[in-house]
């Protein structure tokens, strides 16, 4: 089993619309949780991070931590062109800077 | 604030020779990471470095290696290189020792012939 899984899409959004990408993870004993958006060509930049269960939200961007059931997901509200990218959930699950990368889940936009 | 910064951007060598990646983190990182990037298998971990020590390692050969110099900048060297080595080899920094978000940099191309 992976330590952090994602489906690798792609996911087809319509702009304007919201695309929800989801993670889960193996390792119970994960601190904290990030997404990173990777455009190709280009390295990846982190935008979102969330350490405890519930929903945080940074414009456009929600992220989503339930600790009980291994899962982050990343909602994107009124998706743009400009958003399709490959999104990484990252985990990291010691206590030192150890983190682990999901694959990695290709969104395209179509205006 | 200047970003990461990683030499070369691109490399061509050949099977069984060696080579050496260099990172220099953002001013006032402490940690950097190295990852190893193919289209496959995605972001794998290497190794992490804070305040000269290695603390994690991942799952690659002892071919891999890397240190950490007094100023923060890492190197990461590969001896004996295979085909299989070619990828896009990422560096990222990182302020303190846990749980920080990763600032990467643009990483150095590997080709291996």
């Known amino acids: 089993q992976k330590e952090v899984e994602q489906n690798s899409g792609p996911l087809s959004v319509p702009e304007g619309a919201i695309a929800s990408l989801n993670c889960t993870y193996s390792?119970?004993?994960?601190?904290?949780f990030f997404w990173y958006r990777q455009y190709s060509g280009k390295s990846p930049e982190l935008i979102m991070s969330?350490?405890?269960?519930g929903d945080k939200e940074d414009g456009r961007f929600t992220a989503q931590l339930n600790k009980a059931s291994q899962y982050v997901s990343l909602l994107i509200r009124d998706s743009q062109p400009s958003d399709s990218a490959t999104y990484l959930c990252a985990v990291n699950s010691g206590g030192y800077q150890k983190v682990t990368f999901g694959t990695g889940t290709k969104l395209q936009v179509i205006p | 604030k200047a970003g990461v910064t990683q030499t070369p951007r691109y490399l061509i060598k050949t099977r069984g020779q060696q080579v050496t990646l260099s990172c220099s983190p953002i001013s006032g990182h402490r940690s950097v990471s190295w990852y190893q990037q193919t289209p496959g298998q995605g972001l794998q971990f290497l190794f992490e470095y804070f305040s000269e020590t290695q603390r994690n390692k991942g799952n690659f050969p002892g071919r891999f290696s890397g240190r950490q110099f007094s100023n923060s900048r890492s190197e990461m060297n590969v001896s004996t290189l295979e085909l299989g080595d070619s990828a896009l080899y990422l560096c990222?920094?990182?302020?303190?020792?846990?749980?920080?978000?990763?600032?990467f940099g643009s990483g150095t191309q590997l080709s291996v012939l």
């Open positions: 390792d119970r004993g994960s601190q904290s």
């Open positions: 990222a920094s990182s302020i303190g020792p846990n749980n920080e978000k990763l600032f």
């Open positions: 969330i350490y405890s269960n």
